[in-house]
């Protein structure tokens, strides 16, 4: 029975010393350095967003070659006049690529922009509103360019 035990207590801290040994050898970089001081800034933005009602729609799917990419923007469901919106544009696979540009407002609410997608892949698309030099906003979605 003794030894039982002893075998079962050997193998299991093999295990153990062995799952270790592969998470660290193969640590893929998930994790977020400074976590809490993002994580602060992330819910201030969020209640900021909240509570002035801020609202901005998806693009449309991006395509291969050049888009023409609109946004609408209110604010307690009136179109947003004020702030200033930036688009970044990025691929999953290759950072050569990443682009940020400034979304210029065409009508009341309507802002228009034009990015280029260069080969097919996973892409990354983030908008940020800023008013008076300061994030209010920032909303994120990818997209499978084929």
């Known amino acids: 029975m003794k030894l039982t035990i002893s075998i079962i207590y050997a193998c299991f801290f093999t295990a153990m010393a062995c799952g270790l040994f592969v998470a660290y050898k193969y640590a893929d970089g998930l994790v977020e350095s400074n976590y809490y001081e993002n994580s602060t800034c992330y819910f201030q933005t969020k209640a900021l967003e909240e509570k002035l009602g801020i609202a901005i729609s998806r693009p449309d799917t991006l395509k291969l070659g050049s888009n023409t990419i609109h946004v609408k923007a209110t604010s307690h469901g009136k179109p947003l006049e004020t702030g200033d919106l930036s688009l970044f544009i990025g691929n999953l696979s290759n950072t050569r690529y990443d682009s940020t540009m400034t979304i ?43």
Do not use: C, E
Request: net charge positive; aromatic share 16%.
């Open 104 to 146: 210029r407002q065409t009508s009341p609410g309507i802002y228009t922009t034009t990015a280029s997608i260069p080969f097919k892949g996973m892409w990354f698309a983030r908008i940020d509103l800023k008013q008076h030099q300061q994030l209010i906003t920032s909303k994120k979605w990818f997209f499978n360019v084929r």
